[in-house]
């Protein structure tokens, strides 16, 4: 059988084109973007604050391309978890006063990444319309608080300093346990009654946007002065996945940052949209803990 001449070319012609296609095709990348880098475990305690910058630390690692869980627990089993290397990191350790004796007993098995907020506090709060301003003076007005304090959970660092204040008062007093979300709520009920309470509180807190408070003075100094909030890893996290480990070095806000994320979890946005709608809100400084800025 013969061809002519035109035939032949056209024939090369249409071979060498499906060649190229061919080629394309198995020369694509065996990776894209959406591809998981790995895992990483974040542990946090269950103040509205860990949950705020918790989640939104876990959006920017999702978007450093990352699969996240973040794991919810008590203080003292938080850095138990991190010491054990059974979580990668947390960002939700406040030092050195609130937290001094989980670091105590754990801080040697802890890699300290840094710190990831300054100027925090804890101590008692009160409705600015509370006309004393001092936990010395809590004895005097009793009745008025119903010999109460509004807590949270039971192994907060703030429950112990608080335990500690009644003793070094001499305050006839009990704490009352609760959790965050029960300390607000009592709080609010409060408020709108213009009813005496008192309150463990820290900050950054909504609360302190939401109504009109003041700490009670702490002339013993029990509360500890300005905080921190601590970035904490497992040991050998650097190592095994140093990428996360940039991030976690170069993770840092505000408390103006924090409590606005708060305030929309409050207004009723879940956790994860409150995140979000900071996140992205705010694309340079995300990239800059990425490390893409």
């Not at 056209?10 to 790995?38: F, M, N």
């Not at 608080?162 to 008062?169: G, K, L, M, S």
């Not at 213009?194 to 009109?212: L, N, Q, S």
């Amino acid at each position: 059988m013969f061809f002519k001449k035109g035939s032949i070319i056209a024939l090369a012609g249409c071979l060498l084109v499906l060649c190229v296609l061919a080629a394309g095709c198995t020369t694509q990348p065996t990776t894209t973007q959406t591809e998981s880098k790995g895992e990483v475990s974040i542990g946090y305690v269950t103040w509205d604050s860990e949950i705020a910058s918790t989640n939104v630390l876990k959006q920017t690692f999702e978007k450093a391309g990352y699969d996240v869980e973040i794991v919810a627990v008590d203080a003292g089993p938080l850095y138990q978890a991190v010491a054990n290397g059974d979580v990668d990191c947390t960002i939700s350790a406040w030092l050195p006063a609130t937290q001094a004796n989980y670091w105590e007993e754990y801080g040697d098995r802890i890699d300290m990444v840094g710190r990831n907020m300054e100027g925090t506090k804890i101590g008692l709060v009160v409705p600015s319309y509370v006309t004393i301003d001092s936990i010395d003076e809590l004895n005097s007005v009793t009745e008025k608080f119903g010999g109460k304090i509004t807590g949270i959970e039971p192994g907060a660092g703030i429950m112990s300093r608080t335990e500690e204040a009644i003793d070094a008062y001499g305050l006839d007093y009990e704490i009352v346990a609760s959790s965050s979300a029960g300390m607000a709520a009592e709080l609010r009920s409060a408020v709108a009654d213009e009813r005496w309470i008192v309150v463990t509180g820290w900050t950054p807190h909504w609360k302190f946007a939401r109504w009109d408070l003041k700490y009670l003075d702490d002339p013993k100094g029990i509360y500890g002065g300005e905080e921190y909030i601590a970035t904490l890893a497992r040991q050998g996290l650097a190592t095994d996945k140093p990428g996360v480990y940039e991030i976690l070095t170069r993770f840092n806000w505000t408390a103006a940052d924090m409590e606005s994320v708060m305030v929309s979890i409050e207004e009723g946005a879940s956790d994860e949209e409150a995140a979000k709608a900071w996140v992205d809100a705010h694309p340079d400084q995300v990239n800059a803990w990425i490390g893409t800025q």
